[in-house]
């Protein structure tokens, strides 16, 4: 939905680097779309973090489980 192609291939290791349409407006529209999902905000510290998908996976389960 955020980078309106259906052939992202979503692993671990991939990164902004990896997708062409990855830009600074596709990420905040990433991380609204997390934060509307879930039901919680994302820190600022948490974004700025991240540097793969598993860093965002990391983060979703911590607050997924309250911590």
């Known amino acids: ?28 529209n990433l991380v609204f779309e997390i934060e509307q999902s879930f039901g919680f905000k994302i820190k600022l510290k948490d974004m700025m973090s991240w540097q793969n998908v598993s860093d965002m996976v990391q983060t979703i389960n911590k607050k997924v489980n309250g911590n």
């Open 1 to 28: 939905k955020t980078f309106k192609r259906d052939n992202i291939v979503l692993s671990p290791t991939i990164s902004a680097k990896d997708i062409p349409e990855w830009t600074s407006l596709t990420y905040m």
